[in-house]
């Protein structure tokens, strides 16, 4: 009888001390390096241009283009923010789910969604982490009834751990309640 007392004590102890030391995994930003080391190609006649070189420089174009076609694209799109410890989607928020919907179906419709959960300092965490998460997760079930492909959304939950706004005040807090979004190509 008192294995059994020790032992659970034992085990609860080591369920409730558990993981708690580490740091949740975290999906890391990702930052489009080519947007800063494309060079400027000057102009060359292509008569002393091989065809090789010249079909290389009209990739770097055609790529410059389209990583800052992508950037103005994610530009349009627009941040859903939420209630204190809420991961419903306001109804003043609607509107900016059904436009962020319809660009993801037609301008950025060859690029994948990347859904940026965020919270304020308040919680724990693993609370934070957590309803991150959850508001992704009810941003993507909204864009999911607009229309847009499941494939193509991917979610990952920042936590506390990227504030807009550093500030001790409440409007700063609720500024940091939000799912931004990101195209991935």
């Known amino acids: 009888m008192n294995s059994i007392v020790i032992s659970s004590v034992v085990t ?33 006649e292509t008569e002393t241009v091989p065809s090789d070189e010249a079909s290389v420089m009209s990739e770097d174009r055609r790529y410059s283009s389209a990583s800052s076609s992508m950037s103005s694209i994610e530009d349009g799109m627009e941040t859903i923010y939420f209630d ?10 609607q509107n900016r789910v ?8 037609g301008a950025a419709s060859k690029y994948s969604l990347k859904l940026e ?10 609370y934070n982490f957590a ?23 991917t979610m990952v939950s920042y936590g506390e751990s990227n504030p807009m706004c550093t500030l001790k005040t409440e409007d700063c807090w609720a500024k940091n309640r939000r799912v931004d979004f990101k195209l991935l190509p």
């Open 131 to 153: 309803l991150g998460l959850r508001r992704s997760n009810t941003v993507k079930k909204s864009l999911l009834a607009e229309g847009v492909e499941a494939n193509r959304i």
């Open 84 to 93: 204190f410890d809420k991961f419903h989607i306001r109804a003043d928020m």
């Open 98 to 105: 059904t436009n962020d919907a319809s660009i993801a179906n």
């Open 12 to 44: 609860a102890l080591l369920v409730l001390s558990g993981c708690s030391d580490k740091e949740p995994v975290v999906e890391e930003k990702q930052e489009i390096a080519a947007e800063s080391t494309v060079e400027q190609v000057t102009p060359v």
């Open 117 to 126: 959960g965020n919270c304020d300092e308040w919680g724990s965490d693993e």
